[in-house]
């Protein structure tokens, strides 16, 4: 029975390794996915929650990279964004 949540897509406020690859810093700013596998999983044998996360190479990889939606997007550039569309609307 597999046990865990759907990846979603977030953006890093401090710096996390990717738990897919291991070696791929995720510095704050960047989209990166995260999920929760909970004790019972078929793969990950665990027995307390376990929060994971997946950089946007090992997304691709293994075929989330549509989670990311822009993987190109910042914190700066959503921000940037949002006030860009808030003079709009004025």
């Not at 977030?10 to 909970?38: D, E, M």
Request: glycine residues 10%; hydrophobic residues 30%; contains cysteine.
């Amino acid at each position: 029975m597999r046990t865990e949540t759907r990846p979603r897509r977030r953006i890093a406020r401090k710096r996390h390794y990717c738990n897919g690859c291991g070696t791929t810093a995720i510095a704050p700013g960047q989209p990166y996915l995260s999920g929760t596998v909970f004790p019972g999983h078929d793969l990950i044998q665990t027995t307390i929650p376990l929060r994971l996360a997946e950089c946007g190479d090992c997304a691709t990889r293994y075929g989330r990279a549509h989670l990311l939606g822009d993987a190109s997007e910042t914190i700066a550039a959503a921000l940037d964004r949002a006030h860009n569309e808030g003079e709009r609307s004025r």
